[in-house]
């Protein structure tokens, strides 16, 4: 055994050891102590069961139309990206991205404000037609849950297959003109051949995203649109630990079969991708007139779609639909600090998500390094710890945490340090895919020449690989932080009334028909999201589609 090699072995193996501590123990705790419980509904009950059926059917459903949607409004603005010169491109891809960083409980006060009863879409008609009451309601129910999945889903296509046609050599294109191939025929056997492994992963992506949402089925939803991710949540606020046990193994095997295939998928195709290349793009002023409409109207129904819930936050923080007057209550509110005041959740969200940045760094750091080693089996043991938080339900991790870890260490009563643990958790993932981006762009010349120079490994670290990391390192901080004050899922089931954030909060009030204060508090949520976008967006060596 080389004695020298144990610093490293401990060092990659912390983050082994607190993952498994506090999601698999929990987790598998859960599973366990649901099945074998006698008060719980038995396993093939729950599995037969006309509600489960029709809740896993209604969860496969929506996921798969979502990801349908998704894809097919998306293409057309992958290729406009990658292919399409124009002025205010930029501008263009950097809004696509602002979504994928938004809390999504703030992205239900947007939509109710533009699909909801009364919102703008509801007005115009009202207008059109001289009705007094609502007419459209796109909002709630499937029609509010669709357009939400996409909204929040659709940077993912966007960008992970503008990304794949930037890579696409330009000599296959050339060939295919002077072969005297039309668009369609470039299309069928040009660039689908190229781009048809993005579209897989961003499918499995989105499906994945669509299959365990939950803020946005929760609160737009009702009765006849419950996810299993819901049912789960019923299930343990009613006791039935049998019935949640059964629902979490069953979404367990299916969300990491998903997770496994992606990674299988991209690590594929990093191996056979090439470098970004300079691609063929046209000015706008080349395209025929059918062309430039098509992308003019293409890009009005984006930022309808995407930039309509998001400045309507601005009008929800101001306007009560509820006595149709402009008001600054809702900022008022943000001040208050007794019961369902926001001052208190605004400094929770700030407190637990910049301590789960700071751990969510440290505990990535050694990740990524993992998934980057040549020893055997340790890259792929290192995804699969750091895409579990993806493949699990948030609210089996909350109760898991609560159960195995909370009560027995005496953290019931003021649950704080949970809160951490559940947002590292929720925030790792992507934290550690940016440090590992960056890993990858270390030229590894530059760490030869340090050996050389007779640089220890310690050295090496500090002085040569971590000031190259540390626009990752910044990427994936911000992006956890961004994640953690958005979280709302696992919060909402662990928090006490002093532990609420500010996600939690807009629930709340969502539900006792606060809108304003609802709307001033997404506002806030949402610049500092926006904030957070600008950063990732200034400092990422890499476009955002990679790092996804």
């Known amino acids: 055994m080389d004695w020298k090699q144990i610093p490293k072995y401990i060092v990659v193996g912390i983050p082994f050891i607190i993952l498994l501590t506090f999601i698999v123990y929990p987790v598998i705790s859960v599973v366990i102590r649901g099945l074998s419980s006698e008060s719980g509904t038995e396993f093939l009950a729950v599995v037969t069961s006309p509600i489960t059926q029709k809740t896993f059917s209604f969860t496969i459903i929506q996921a798969l139309i979502s990801t349908i949607i998704t894809i097919v409004v998306g293409l057309p603005g992958a290729f406009l990206i990658a292919r399409i010169d124009f002025r205010g491109r930029w501008l263009v891809r950097a809004a696509i991205v602002v979504p994928f960083v938004l809390p999504p409980i703030a992205v239900v006060v947007g939509f109710i404000q533009v699909f909801g009863p009364y919102g703008f879409f509801d007005s115009f008609f009202m207008l059109i037609t001289g009705s007094n009451s609502s007419i459209i309601n796109l909002a709630y129910g499937v029609s509010g849950i669709l357009l939400a999945h996409v909204f929040y889903n659709i940077p993912l296509v966007i960008l992970m297959v503008s990304s794949s046609l930037e890579r696409l050599n330009p000599d296959l294109e050339e060939s295919a003109d ?239 340090v949970i809160i951490i643990i559940a947002q590292t958790i929720i925030g790792l993932p992507f934290t550690v895919r940016a440090i590992e981006i960056a890993l990858q762009n270390i030229d590894q010349h530059l760490l030869d020449q340090a050996e050389v120079l007779g640089a220890s490994r310690l050295q090496k670290l500090f002085y040569v690989e971590l000031p190259l990391l540390a626009p990752g390192i910044l990427v994936g901080g911000v992006f956890a932080f961004a994640m953690a004050i958005g979280e709302m899922s696992a919060t909402l089931f662990i928090a006490l009334p002093q532990n609420i954030t500010l996600s939690v909060l807009i629930y709340q009030l969502l539900g006792v028909r606060k809108f304003v204060e609802a709307g001033a508090a997404a506002l806030i949520l949402v610049v500092f999201c926006f904030f957070a976008f600008l950063i990732i967006e200034h400092m990422s060596t890499e476009n955002t589609g990679g790092m996804l």
Not at 279 to 291: A, F, S
Not at 346 to 351: K, R, T
């Open 178 to 416: 002077i072969l005297g191939a039309s668009k369609m025929q470039k299309f069928r056997h040009v660039f689908l051949p190229h781009i048809k492994t993005s579209i897989m992963a961003s499918g499995m992506l989105v499906f994945l995203f669509c299959f365990m949402s939950f803020p946005i089925v929760l609160a737009l939803g009702n009765r006849g649109t419950m996810t299993m991710e819901v049912q789960i949540w019923n299930a343990f606020r009613n006791f039935d630990y049998g019935e949640a046990s059964t629902l979490v193994l069953v979404q367990i095997i299916i969300t990491m079969a998903l997770a496994l295939s992606y990674v299988r998928l991209t690590t594929n195709t990093q191996r056979n991708s090439g470098e970004t290349r300079a691609i063929r793009r046209v000015r706008i002023g080349q395209l025929t007139p059918k062309e430039r409409i098509s992308s003019v109207l293409y890009l009005i129904l984006l930022i309808i779609l995407i930039a309509g819930p998001i400045l309507s936050l601005g009008r929800a923080s101001i306007y009560d639909p509820t006595t149709s007057s402009f008001t600054t209550r809702g900022f008022e509110n943000l001040f208050v600090m007794g019961q369902g005041g926001g001052l208190i959740p605004l400094l929770n969200s700030l407190y637990y998500g910049g301590l789960a940045t700071l751990l969510a760094i440290i505990l990535g750091l050694p990740l990524a390094y993992a998934q980057r080693s040549k020893e055997k089996s340790l890259p792929s043991l290192s995804s699969l710890m750091t895409l579990l938080p993806l493949g699990i339900s948030s609210i089996t991790v909350a109760y898991g945490l609560m159960l195995m870890i909370a009560v027995p260490l005496g953290f019931s009563s003021n649950p704080w």
